[in-house]
């Protein structure tokens, strides 16, 4: 079963509004989340590392003020994409998992965010 | 950061075996092989790991060359559930050093009927 849930799955929004993504780790601690962008017919884009208690690090080129994380939990972290615009407009995935990269990530499935 | 490269695509016919590759030759001495896959519209799914020796479970089989400068993931018998896009990824074994994934173009896997 999955043990990242991503919601929503799927959110359709006027041009201006503030969408809100939140990413739960379901059975397992996560002091580390990352966010990711996808554009159609490429590679996902890490945005940012979410850190829990502290903030977020994000990736150069991506706008802190646009795109805010908060991670208060070690369980959730949500991304707000504020005065959300159509260029916006992609598929946004999060990861969780623990520190010991012999250990895999694990991902949500995803939300498809679409900016009228 | 060490870097793969894999091919863009590949072809293969359904319930046959698929050999992806992925070259590695800058990859440290601390670096896991990791395989990750992405079906349309979903998010990435992990599908294997490895460190020195060769790797099986119950999705694929993951081959490691004797320097560690080139992976193949197997999948033994292909079908058309497997058709997605493949990472080869390198992740640093020393705890809290590049914990962050990141992902190259890798490579489009389309399943012939």
């Known amino acids: 079963g999955a043990v990242v849930s991503q919601h929503p799955s799927r959110v359709i929004c006027k041009s201006g509004t503030s969408v809100k993504i939140e990413c739960r780790s379901l059975d397992f601690q996560a002091t580390t989340m990352f966010w990711y962008r996808q554009f159609p017919k490429q590679s996902l884009m890490l945005m940012a590392t979410s850190n829990e208690g502290s903030k977020a690090t994000y990736e150069q080129g991506v706008e802190k003020d646009k795109f805010l994380i908060n991670h208060a939990s070690l369980t959730l972290s949500t991304l707000t994409v504020t005065s959300a615009h159509p260029e916006d407009s992609s598929f946004y995935i999060c990861s969780a998992g623990t520190a010991n990269s012999n250990q895999p990530q694990h991902f949500g499935d995803g939300t498809r965010l679409s900016i009228l | 950061d060490a870097k793969t490269t894999q091919p863009n695509s590949m072809e293969s016919n359904e319930e046959e075996p698929v050999h992806l590759p992925c070259n590695h030759s800058t990859i440290s001495g601390t670096d896991y092989i990791h395989w990750y896959r992405q079906l349309p519209s979903q998010g990435p799914e992990y599908v294997i790991h490895?460190?020195?020796s060769n790797v099986n479970n119950r999705m694929a089989s993951l081959a490691i060359a004797e320097d560690r400068k080139s992976s193949t993931l197997i999948l033994h018998r292909a079908t058309l559930r497997d058709a997605a896009v493949y990472y080869c990824?390198?992740?640093?074994?020393?705890?809290?050093?590049?914990?962050?994934?990141?992902f190259g173009k890798g490579t489009r896997l389309h399943i012939l009927p």
């Open positions: 990824i390198l992740r640093d074994v020393v705890v809290g050093r590049d914990d962050k994934i990141i």
């Open positions: 490895g460190l020195t």
